[in-house]
Nanobody, 121 residues
Framework: VDLAESGGGFVQPGGSTILSCVSS???????MAWFRQIPGAGRQFVAA???????TNYEDSVQGRVTISKDASNMLKLEMKYLRPEGTAVYVC?????????????????WGQGTEVTVSS
């Protein structure tokens, strides 16, 4: 499964952005998630959605400011509002055919290349 992210770029503090992830597998039921990579801090969980798309899971610091969604073709989106400078990172899309809404990166078999989000004035 190939994953390709888009969106991101420069955003002012307090602003919003929407990230998208397109999957080459449009028919399987995939559990999908967003992680972010920060230099020196490794890969951090942001949000996940279950294989049916009905259950979501969010990292505590983004709860209420971020919405993850997935459609029937495994198009994944991440809407982020009220962005803070600490949200600056490379956001990476991940997918799994086996698990649902997991926060554990080791449970995802497929990864995109990432899209960069910079929150700065």
């Amino acid at each position: 499964v190939d994953l390709a992210e888009s969106g991101g770029g420069f955003v002012q503090p307090g602003g919003s952005t929407i990230l998208s992830c397109v999957s080459s597998d449009t028919s399987s039921s995939l559990g999908m998630a967003w992680f972010r990579q920060i230099p020196g801090a490794g890969r951090q969980f942001v949000a996940a959605v279950s294989r049916p798309g009905s259950i979501t899971n969010y990292e505590d610091s983004v709860q209420g400011r971020v919405t993850i969604s997935k459609d029937a073709s495994n198009m994944l989106k991440l809407e982020m509002k009220y962005l803070r400078p600490e949200g600056t990172a490379v956001y990476v899309c991940a997918a799994t055919k086996w698990y649902s809404s997991s926060v554990n990166p080791s449970r995802y078999e497929y990864w995109g290349q990432g899209t960069e989000v910079t929150v700065s004035s």
